[in-house]
């Protein structure tokens, strides 16, 4: 009975420091799981956590507000593969254009404290673990802004994909704004802060995983260079050991654009997802649950692509368009960043 009511003590003591250290900055954050492992008759020393993503950001400084309508700028040969493929692709941070991210977030711990210590290398395997999908809110000043199309929109030859997420709340994916500069990384400071309260106060009794537990909050922070991109990102953790693969089915490997095997993560729009058609009715909405739906709604053509060209690829999209029965309007951006309809 001793044992029993030990553990229940040990369960107390990570409900009590959800409530006294995670809660304080996101209301509604739950750990999807918790692990301790103990001595018989003897108090847990740490234990282990992961917050679920469910509903995380909701009423804290992450949380996106918007109508879940947005860009995403790629080339022309990406727009072909998103289309004929049927899905996008979720990078792995690894592959991500800032070297920094996870880290400049992690600065936040680099004191001596050990109850926070981590390593440059854990969190480079543990980007291998995060996948997003880099969007903008679809404004009209996002779609004129110079910067994103030289970077992202093949120097203004590429193209704008508008997309809706009509199903944006799935169980294993985080949708939440991105968050620039030192001054913004107050979350991350305040929980490690309550941190250091609850530990001093309970013999140390946090997550052995810190901050390895808060990767979704440290993916959602970035130098403040970048804050022009006003980023919000579709997020997905899928956890694996170092040096294993990743089981899950939709996770694969490919190349990048630096000759780089990094993996990526299908993200399917709407009824393209293969698995839909393996499962009845019931199944398939349970599916549904767990993956976004994405649908896209309109394709800018760039404004460095000759009017010639812009007739030539539109013929190409309708055809696609018709083959693989989507629905999406086929506008185009000129020189003087005017925006309009292809006839």
Known sequence: MRE??????????????????INPVLPNAKFASSLMITTPGEAAKNFKGDLSPIKLFENSPYEYKGNNKFTHFTSLFGLKAILESGFLRMSEFGNLIDNNELLFATSVFEDNNILFKITEDKIKALKENVFCLSLCESKDKTHKNNFMWEVYGDKGKGVIIEIEFTKNNPDFFLL????????????????????????????????????????????????????HENEVRLLMKENKQQYDEHKLETIYKDFNSNQ????????????????????????????????????????????????????????????????????????????????????
């Not at 029993?4 to 250290?21: G, H, S």
């Not at 490690?192 to 997550?207: C, G």
């Not at 993956?291 to 812009?310: A, C, D, H, M, T």
């Open 176 to 227: 939440g704004s991105v968050l620039y500069g030192n001054k913004k990384l107050k979350p991350i400071r305040e929980i490690k802060r309550l941190t250091e309260e609850f530990a001093s106060k309970n013999d140390n009794f946090i997550p052995n995983n810190f901050p390895e537990f808060l990767l979704e909050l440290q993916a959602f922070h970035k130098s403040k260079k970048y804050n």
């Open 4 to 21: 029993n009511d030990q553990m229940f003590q040990d369960f107390e003591k990570v409900n009590d420091f959800q409530k006294e250290v």
């Open 260 to 343: 780089e095997v990094k993996y990526f993560n299908k993200l399917f729009l709407k009824g393209k997802h293969p698995y839909l058609k393996d499962y009845e009715s019931q199944n398939s909405i349970k599916i549904l649950d767990e993956f976004p739906q994405i649908e896209i709604r309109r394709v800018i053509l760039g404004y460095n692509i000759s009017v010639e060209n812009k007739v030539n690829i539109t013929d190409l999209l309708q055809k696609i368009k018709h083959d693989n029965d989507y629905d999406f309007e086929i506008w185009q951006i000129n020189n003087d960043k005017e925006i309009f309809a292809m006839r």
